[in-house]
């Protein structure tokens, strides 16, 4: 049985950082792509982040060298370090994995940025 479990979010001020993580298991974490998306109120959930399973990193266009990801392979599980946040940053985070071709997805951590 596939699990991803995230954690790590809540509420921050605007300029203030986050680590968010996800923990997997039920599948090769070793090998299986990793992903980070997040949906805001009112609009379609959007990828943030992907890490393969060399580590390599690839990013979407509003991260802009805010955020760095990585993943433990001996721990099975994946970080998101959010710096500099800002309110349009606000949304739930979701930790994603694509294993024996079906999509596997966690329940979700709130990220909230207010002062």
């Known amino acids: 049985q596939v699990q991803l479990v995230e954690s790590g979010g809540g509420l921050v001020q605007p300029g203030g950082s986050l680590r968010l993580s996800c923990s997997a298991s039920?599948?090769?974490?070793?090998?299986?792509?990793m992903n980070w998306y997040r949906q805001a109120p009112g609009k379609q959930r959007e990828l943030v982040a992907t890490?393969?399973?060399?580590?390599?990193?690839d990013w979407a266009g509003f991260v802009k060298g805010r955020f760095t990801v990585s993943r433990d392979w001996a721990r099975n599980t994946m970080s998101l370090q959010m710096n500099s946040l800002k309110p349009e940053d606000t949304a739930v985070y979701y930790c994603?994995?694509?294993?024996?071709?079906?999509?596997?997805w966690g329940r979700g951590t709130q990220v909230t940025v207010s002062s």
């Open positions: 039920g599948i090769n974490f070793k090998i299986a792509p």
């Open positions: 994603n994995t694509r294993w024996c071709q079906r999509d596997y």
């Open positions: 890490v393969d399973s060399g580590g390599a990193a």
